[in-house]
């Protein structure tokens, strides 16, 4: 009797731990596409992604590479004050998008272009996403907001 009862105990133990190993992986695999990491310009640069690589970038829009194409079309430059990282994106732009301001943009790394298919940018005058922060803090070009 007391054996079954083993047996049994040691069976349901088996098969809870394969049914959680099963859904670790299921998991695992359907959050593949939906993991993005983030990088600076300078971390880019130093070793560029692979073209089929998603990933974010973010930093400010460098002064003076702000060009509006033809269409919805928009190229700049993002920077972190080491490095500069030529982005186009087609689509329409936050309002509040504009030179000197930061920005998080997702998208794939090609031919030395950062091809973005979304653009975040600040949602009020002071806001800086936190990964652009420690960005450009790194380089020593991030200055706090002023207090008033």
Do not use: C, W
């Not at 002071?126 to 803090?137: G, Q």
């Amino acid at each position: 009797m007391k054996s079954l009862k083993k047996q049994r105990r040691v069976q349901i133990i088996a098969v809870t731990a394969i049914a959680l190993v099963l859904a670790t992986g299921l998991i695992g695999y359907a959050m593949r596409d939906g993991i993005n990491f983030f990088r600076s310009p300078s971390q880019v640069m130093a070793e560029p992604p692979a073209p089929s690589e998603t990933f974010r970038i973010g930093g400010l829009v460098e002064e003076g590479t702000l060009r509006r194409g033809e269409g919805e079309t928009v190229t700049f430059s993002v920077t972190d004050g080491g490095a500069s990282v030529p982005v186009r994106y087609t689509g329409v732009l936050p309002d509040l998008f504009g030179e000197n301001e930061g920005m998080v943009g997702l998208g794939r790394y090609e031919d030395g272009v950062f091809t973005a298919t979304e653009i975040l940018a600040k949602h009020d005058e002071e806001y800086m996403p936190k990964e652009v922060v420690d960005a450009l803090k790194e380089q020593g070009v991030y200055q706090e907001p002023d207090g008033s």
